[in-house]
């Protein structure tokens, strides 16, 4: 171990600051996926760390504790410092009232596989059924999956009861 101290304690400030650097233009050229930002990040942390502190030891293990640090903040800062929206945050819809539209979903795959039988004279022809969908239509646009869809009028309004990502239970009302 003491040989991996003396080699880290042998490390230039300004190379570190250079990773730094050509991580972060990596980061921002090519991927653009954080990991070369997380390690754009912890070059950065090293090499303050060394500029502040002489210990090689504490420098050494300076590294995987700030490429964690880096990785476990990468995320929020990210967040503060873009205006992209998040893709993982989902709206809570519960409570609110959507209009229920009828979408008929046409069974494609059925029709593909099962055309070879309007050739044969003893298969009946029936043709693939055409499904009704619902979706719930909200006030800003969006269209919700209902889970629960028997019974329910087309055009009508419903109350979302419970949410699980895009596809929702709701309740006929008339408001």
Do not use: C
């Not at 990040?41 to 210990?55: D, G, K, P, R």
């Not at 039988?117 to 719930?136: F, G, H, T, V, W």
């Not at 239509?137 to 329910?152: A, E, H, P, R, T």
């Amino acid at each position: 171990m003491d040989s991996l101290y003396q080699i880290v304690a042998q490390f230039e400030v300004w190379w570190l600051i250079v990773s730094g650097l050509f991580f972060l233009a990596a980061e921002w050229i090519l991927l653009d996926i954080g990991i070369f930002l997380t390690l754009s990040i912890t070059s950065f942390a090293v090499a303050l760390t060394m500029l502040i502190i002489s210990n090689p030891v504490f420098i050494t293990w300076s590294f995987p504790a700030w490429l964690g640090i880096s990785f476990l903040f990468l995320r929020p800062l990210v967040k503060i410092s873009s205006n992209q929206k998040d893709v993982y945050a989902t709206k809570n819809y519960v409570g609110q009232i959507g209009r229920i539209v009828a979408v008929e979903v046409d069974n494609l795959s059925s029709k593909h596989f099962f055309d070879y039988k309007q050739q044969m004279p003893m298969e009946a022809n029936d043709d693939p059924a055409i499904n009704n969908s619902y979706r719930l239509l909200m006030n800003d646009g969006k269209q919700l999956s209902i889970s629960n869809s028997s019974q329910l009028p087309d055009g009508g309004l419903a109350v979302v009861k419970t949410q699980d990502y895009d596809i929702v239970t709701v309740e006929q009302t008339d408001e």
